[in-house]
């Protein structure tokens, strides 16, 4: 059974920083990118920031561009995202997903972590 285990949220400050991280099965197929989204109280999930499985090409919502780096160790089978800056509108349940290519389209990411809940105060 594919598992994407995420870990790393709590409660911080607006301006302070916090690093997700998202542990894969070692059932989980080779060669898949990586993805972060988000879903806030009452509003839809929607995409963060995604890695290729090389790491070579990332995307990156415009609302958390320059505050917020994805990133990946294979060795770990380990997706990472540290987030700058954080604002109050950050706040969400952050979920990392797997797919085969990287889009920012929820559809397109076949497995799903359950999420850590990020809470930033004001």
């Known amino acids: 059974q594919v598992q994407l285990v995420e870990s790393g949220g709590g409660l911080v400050q607006a301006g302070g920083s916090l690093r997700l991280s998202c542990a894969a099965s070692t059932r989980m197929p080779n060669n898949y990118g990586k993805g972060w989204f988000r879903q806030a109280p009452g509003k839809e999930r929607e995409f963060v920031a995604a890695?290729?499985?090389?790491?070579?090409?990332?995307l990156y919502a415009d609302s958390v561009k320059g505050r917020f780096t994805i990133s990946r160790d294979n060795a770990k089978n380990t997706v990472y995202l540290e987030m700058n800056s954080l604002k109050p509108e950050d706040t969400a349940v952050y979920y990392c997903a797997a797919t085969k290519f990287i889009t920012r389209l929820r559809s397109s990411y076949e497995f799903w972590g359950q999420g850590t809940q990020v809470t930033v105060s004001s």
């Open positions: 890695i290729s499985w090389s790491g070579g090409s990332t």
